[in-house]
C-alpha cells in the first residue's frame, strides 16, 4: 500500500529542484499539440506554440506588490511541479450537463512567497500568479504583455461610452468589434476582453480572464514596443460620486495608486488563451467554466432557470385592451396572463416600478403584493429591476424584504466599472442573494469571468450590445456583431442580449423607434438566437400583444429550454455564420444564422443518435425574407443521423428547428 502512494505522488507530483543553468520550462497540452514554452531571465516570459506555429510570442509576466517588491524580476526558481488531470465536472444550469476537465499543469515555486500555475488544455492555456504571504498585500501593478510575431488583424471591443472622459474605466463594456491589424490599434485608449487575433492558416486566439475575486478587471492597450498590447487595470476606488444615466451610476472622482490591497495567501485571476484550428471549436469552448471555482451554493434545488417576459424594450405597449397601459398594475398582470398563458416562467418589473434611488418606495401605481400573488397564483415568478447603487444601500435588507413577499429575483443594472471595489460588491450581492435564495441578472454589468458557477443563481450577465441598442443606433451592423459574439463574447459565459424582436427588418427597411422598436435581420434569424444564444434566464423582448398576433413563433421560443445537456458547434465563421445544435433530453434544438449576406447551408444530422427516426419543426426564412423579413416558411421533415440538407437563409436570416424522436 505504501509503494502504490508513493508510486502515485511521483506520478502526479514530479518534484524536482533546477539549477540556476536549467531554467526553461515546457509544458504540453494532453494531446501534444500546444506548447507553452517558459523562459526564467532577469524576467519571466511564456511563448505559445499550437501545432508548432507560433499563437504567442515571448511575452513578459510579473506582479508588483507594494514594498517595490516586483514577483516575476529577476526570479528564482526553487522548484517545479507537473500534474495531469483527467475529469470533469456537472455543470447544471449550462449549456451541457457535464463539462470534461483535462489538462496538463505546472506550477513554478519561486523564492520570495510566490507560484505561478500554467495550465494546458487541449483548445488552449492559462497562467495564474500565486502568493504566499502572512500578512495582508497590496498590488501596486499587474505586467501582462501579449506580443505577436506578425501584425495580424484582430477583432478588438473599444471601450466607447466615456460618460467621464477623465476615467476612462467607467463602461458598460457594450461595443460593436472593429476589424483592425494590431498596428492599427487606436494610440491611448482602451479595449476590453475577450477580443480575438487572427492567427495563420485559419487558426485564431481569444484572449480573456476567469476567476476574477478581490481583484480589477483587465484591459488592453497598445504595445508600443512590439506588435503587441499590454494590460492595464483600473486602480481602487478612493471617492465616488453620483453620474451617468438619471445620476444612478457611482463614477469614481478619486482613484489610489494601487490596484487592491488584499489577503497575502491568494490565488490570482487566470491569464487565458483560448486557441482554435477551426472557428466552430470557438463557439463550444468551456474554458472559464473549467478554471472558475466550484459552486458555494450546497442546495442549488431552488435555483429554477427559464424566460422573462420583459416590459422595458417593448415601452409596456400593449394595446387592444380596456385600461391605460403603462407601468401599473393592471399591465403587468396582462403580462403576468401573457407569461402564463405560453408557459414562460417570469415577468420583470423594470424600471419604473420604484424609486429609481430606493427600490424601498414603490410606485403607488404598482401594487407589487398583488402582482407576486396573482403571479404566484399562475405560477409565474416575478423579478424586479434595481440599480446597482440602489440595492447597495442596504443590500441585505432590500434582499430579505423582497424574498419574503415572494420575488424570486433581481435585474441589477448600472454597475459599469470592473475596479476591485465592484467586483468585490458582485460577489457579495451573490452571497447575500443565494441565503435569501434569489436569482440574479446583472445588467450593464462586465463581462463573465466564471462567478456564474460559483454562484449558480446568477443566471444571466449584459456586457454584451444586445437588442436594446436597435432602438436608438441607426448604423450599427447586429447580424454581423449577431454572428461574431459566439466565437468572442459567450466565451466568457452566459448573455443578457434581450432577443425576441417580432417586427423584423432588412437592411435598407430598419429605422430605430422607441415603443415601436424591430430588429435587423429576419424573423428566422430572431428565433434561432434563442438556440444559439447562452441564456439560463433568456428574456423575451417584444410586448404580449406583438407575440399574441405571431402566436405561431411564440408558441415554438416557448419550447425552447434556457439550459441543455449537450452542445454541438456544427459549423461557422466568425461575423459571417454559426450553425449550433443543443440537446435536452431527447430532444434537439438546432439554429443557424448569418450576416447580411445570403447563403447556402448544409447541416449534417449526424448528430442524431443513429438508428432513430426524427421529426424535425423547422422555420426557415421564406421566399421573399429579402424584401419583408418578417416572412418565413414552417415545415415538419423526417431526418436521421444519415441526413444531409442544403437549405437557403436569406440576408441577415436564419433558420431554427425543433427535432424530436418520433
Known sequence: MKKTIY????????????????????????????????????????????????????SEMSLT????????????????????????????????????????????????????????????????????????????????????????????????????????FISSFEAHYENKKISEFTKDTLAFLPFLVELRNNKKAVFLEANLEDYPGMFVTNNSEKSGFKA?????????????????????????????????????????????????????????QKL?????????????????????????????????????????????????????????????????????????????????????????GILLWSSWMALTKNTEAVFKNYAAMGVKGFKVDFLDRDDAKMVHSVYDIAQKAAENKLLLDFHGMYKPTGIQRTYPNILNFEGVKGLENNKWTPNDDVPTYDCSIPFIRMIAGPMDYTPGAMRNATKAGFTPNHSLPMSQGTRCHQLALYTIFEAPLQ?????????????????????????????????????????????????????????WDSRDITIDFSFLEKGKTYEADLFTDGLNA????????????TVDSTTKMTLHIANGGGLSAIISPK
Request: charged share 25%; aromatic share 12%; glycine share 4%.
Open 7 to 58: 508510486y502515485l505522488f511521483v506520478l502526479l507530483f514530479f518534484n524536482v529542484s533546477f539549477s540556476q543553468k536549467k531554467q526553461d520550462q515546457v509544458l504540453q497540452s494532453p494531446n501534444g499539440k500546444i506548447e507553452i514554452n517558459i523562459a526564467l531571465n532577469k524576467k519571466i516570459t511564456w511563448t505559445i506554440k499550437n501545432e508548432k506555429e507560433v499563437v504567442l510570442a515571448p
Open 292 to 380: 472558475s471555482e466550484p459552486s458555494k451554493i450546497k442546495d442549488i434545488s431552488w435555483i429554477k432557470p427559464g424566460k422573462v417576459a420583459w416590459d422595458w424594450w417593448n415601452d409596456w405597449n400593449i394595446y387592444n385592451i380596456n385600461f391605460q397601459a403603462g407601468i401599473n398594475t393592471e399591465t403587468y398582470k396582462y403580462y403576468i396572463d401573457f407569461a402564463s398563458q405560453n408557459k414562460v416562467e417570469y415577468v420583470v418589473l423594470d424600471e419604473g416600478w420604484s424609486l429609481e434611488t430606493d427600490i424601498m418606495e414603490h410606485n403607488p401605481n404598482v401594487d407589487l403584493k398583488a402582482l407576486i400573488a396573482y403571479g404566484k397564483d399562475k405560477n409565474i
Open 539 to 595: 428574456m423575451m423582448a417584444d410586448s404580449p400583444t406583438a407575440y399574441m398576433k405571431e402566436q405561431e413563433s411564440t408558441d415554438f421560443i416557448a419550447k425552447i429550454p434556457t439550459t441543455f445537456d449537450e452542445t454541438v458547434a456544427l459549423d461557422g465563421s466568425v461575423g459571417k455564420y454559426v450553425v449550433m445544435a443543443r440537446k435536452k433530453g431527447s430532444t434537439w434544438y438546432l439554429g443557424a444564422i448569418t450576416n
Open 626 to 637: 429579402d424584401k419583408a423579413a418578417v416572412d418565413y416558411k414552417r415545415e415538419k421533415i
Open 65 to 168: 506588490l507594494n514594498d517595490a517588491n516586483v514577483l516575476g524580476k529577476n526570479p528564482v526558481l526553487l522548484n517545479a511541479k507537473t500534474e495531469k488531470v483527467r475529469g470533469q465536472f456537472d455543470s447544471p444550469f449550462y449549456k451541457k450537463k457535464s463539462v470534461e476537465n483535462s489538462y496538463n499543469q505546472l506550477t513554478l515555486n519561486f523564492k520570495n512567497e510566490f507560484s505561478i500555475e500554467f495550465r494546458a488544455f487541449d483548445d488552449g492555456v492559462a497562467y495564474r500568479f500565486v502568493t504566499k504571504k502572512k500578512k495582508e498585500i497590496t498590488v501596486q501593478s499587474e505586467e501582462v504583455v501579449l506580443n505577436f510575431d506578425n501584425d495580424y488583424n484582430t477583432l478588438m471591443p473599444y471601450v466607447r461610452d466615456l460618460r467621464n472622459p477623465k476615467d476612462p
Open 232 to 288: 492595464r487595470f483600473p486602480n481602487y476606488p478612493l471617492q465616488e460620486m453620483n453620474g451617468g444615466f438619471n445620476n444612478i451610476n457611482r463614477l469614481i472622482s478619486q482613484r489610489a495608486d494601487y490596484l487592491v490591497k488584499t489577503k497575502g495567501t491568494r490565488n490570482f485571476p487566470w491569464r487565458i488563451v483560448v486557441i482554435s484550428n477551426n472557428d466552430a471549436e470557438l463557439a463550444n469552448s468551456d474554458m472559464v
